[in-house]
């Protein structure tokens, strides 16, 4: 058995292998993982980000980030101050998010690197479109609890992992930069270790409160 990422436990098996990419599924937490050997390098992971259009000023962009948003917000007190992590090139996220009120600091390990911010604390975290590129998401997990102040937030966005028969043909899973998929029950128990409350206010949601 290999070492699951997400849960940390010698879980992973054989799940399938779609054309030229092998797959792991973790028996505690249902999370299905990229094995490593299929993982892209570091610059051609960038060269893909670079082509996303993540415009601030899209209205479908930022229609699409409100699913986070708008819960989130109801949770934040005025003038919370917050972590975008995993910003992109083009942070509306954060925009958004100061547009009401909030203070956001940005990083990204390609396009805002500087790490001062990560040894800061906030109210509020937010990582969106980012936990499905993550190679060790247990660990960045607990880097982000530690920033997290006690009763702060760490909004998750990513599309919920929910239907094997289409797993091959999944848009998520066509993303090659996309190594992990998790299922509500993985965030059901990434909460539960690390002392988390979940809740789940809408489709590919996960909001925890520490």
């Not at 708008?70 to 925009?95: H, I, K, M, V, Y």
Request: with cysteine; proline share 7%; glycine share 6%.
């Amino acid at each position: 058995m290999i070492r699951c990422p997400v849960c940390e436990q010698d879980s992973l098996s054989d799940f399938r292998v779609v054309k030229t990419q092998r797959y792991l599924r973790c028996s505690i937490c249902e999370a299905t993982v990229m094995d490593e050997s299929c993982r892209l390098s570091p610059e051609q992971e960038r060269n893909i980000y670079q082509l996303h259009n993540n415009d601030p000023l899209d209205p479908g962009y930022r229609n699409f980030l409100s699913k986070l948003t708008e819960p989130l917000l109801e949770r934040l007190s005025p003038g919370a101050r917050g972590l975008d992590f995993g910003c992109g090139p083009g942070p509306a996220l954060a925009q958004m998010l100061e547009a009401e009120g909030m203070v956001v600091s940005l990083y990204d390990p390609y396009f805002y690197p500087s790490t001062d911010v990560l040894a800061q604390t906030y109210d509020f975290i937010t990582c969106t479109e980012v936990a499905e590129h993550l190679y060790a998401p247990a660990s960045v997990f607990r880097n982000l609890d530690g920033m997290l102040r006690p009763g702060g937030w760490l909004a998750v966005m990513t599309c919920f992992q929910t239907d094997d028969d289409r797993f091959d043909n999944w848009h998520y899973r066509r993303d090659p930069t996309h190594v992990v998929f998790y299922r509500e029950s993985t965030f059901e128990l990434l909460g539960n270790k690390f002392g988390w409350h979940l809740e789940i206010p809408g489709k590919d949601v996960a909001l925890f409160r520490k």
